[in-house]
């Protein structure tokens, strides 16, 4: 079955005649009748009376026909929809400025830049790695369109993030739940361990991932247990996943990270017990407008969440 003989038929249907129908859509009248006829013989139904006063629908020709319409219905708004996509993509072009936080799985982010890359090869994608504080107050100044962050649940519900107004200040939407775990190199000592709690971690040395010296969350949950008992700074994440893979320090990192992303294969992972629950997701400003470009960006990257 063909969509054009669908449309033959229900054009016949009209006019009543199949000459006529083929002065009205320019198409020769043995290719209609010929289309027609191999509709009836697929479907094992007469679908119209032949007389010479002309042809009409048999009892299974209105049953056929009436179908006909919603389906050629249906791909005529299908049809639509493309061109207006299609229309979309030519047009939206500009700026997009992301910023995403440490611990992030990342390789969700890469998907969705390279399936939106391709349906808006106009928009410039700009991608900025920031503590969650400093992102928060980038997009509260209007100085990125939308951030990406992983944040404990415990202060999702609150709604305060150090002096930072989540809930009045911000949309925030969760893409995915995630749990903090400690990343380990496979010569560690901890190496055999199924649990540990975070006061037994202080007691290793420690690397945490920090692109500058400001307080984090991760730092003051930390401080809740005690000091560690050494601690590596990293601005490099290549480095801070070296001290790790080596076995010279324990890190923390996103349960998701370690599992989906294949840069941290040759990091174990011990949960943490008394799971530190987190929430990964898109968080924008409410002070700001958002733009075409951001919200086609949100849309593609829910779509992998």
């Not at 979309?88 to 992030?104: D, M």
């Not at 928060?136 to 709604?159: R, V």
């Not at 997701?281 to 733009?291: E, V």
Request: a positive charge; one cysteine or more.
């Amino acid at each position: 079955m063909r969509i054009e003989q669908l449309y033959y038929l229900t054009e016949v249907a009209k006019t009543k005649s199949i000459n006529l129908t083929a002065e009205h859509i320019y198409v020769s009248q043995p290719s209609i009748s010929e289309a027609i006829q191999k509709l009836e013989k697929e479907l094992g139904v007469t679908l119209l009376n032949r007389s010479p006063q002309g042809v009409y629908l048999t009892e299974d020709g209105e049953t056929v026909v009436k179908r006909a319409r919603e389906i050629l219905k249906i791909v005529d708004e299908l049809k639509s929809d493309l061109k207006s996509n299609e229309t979309k993509t030519s047009l939206l072009k500009g700026s997009l400025l992301i910023s995403y936080a440490p611990l992030i799985n990342v390789s969700i982010i890469q998907k969705a830049l390279s399936d939106f890359s391709k349906n808006y090869p106009k928009v410039n994608i700009t991608l900025k790695e920031q503590l969650v504080e400093k992102l928060m107050l980038n997009i509260k100044d209007g100085k990125a369109d939308l951030g990406l962050i992983l944040i404990p649940d415990e202060l999702l519900i609150s709604g305060k993030l150090s002096k930072i107004d989540i809930n009045n200040e911000f949309h925030f939407e969760r893409l995915f739940n995630d749990k903090l775990v400690v990343g380990i190199g496979k010569t560690s000592p901890l190496s055999k361990r199924k649990f540990i709690t975070i006061k037994q971690i202080l007691k290793y040395p420690l690397a945490i991932y920090q692109t500058d010296n400001e307080d984090t969350w991760l730092m003051r949950l930390l401080k809740r247990y005690g000091e560690p008992k050494s601690l590596f700074k990293c601005d490099s994440n290549k480095l801070f996943k070296k001290l790790i893979i080596e076995g010279m320090a324990a890190g923390f990192f996103a349960k998701s990270t370690l599992i989906e992303d294949i840069s941290y294969k040759e990091i174990l992972y011990i949960p943490i017990r008394n799971n530190v629950q987190l929430s990964c997701g898109w968080i924008r400003s409410n002070n700001y407008p958002f733009s075409e470009a951001a919200q086609e960006f949100v849309k593609v990257l829910k779509s992998y969440c």
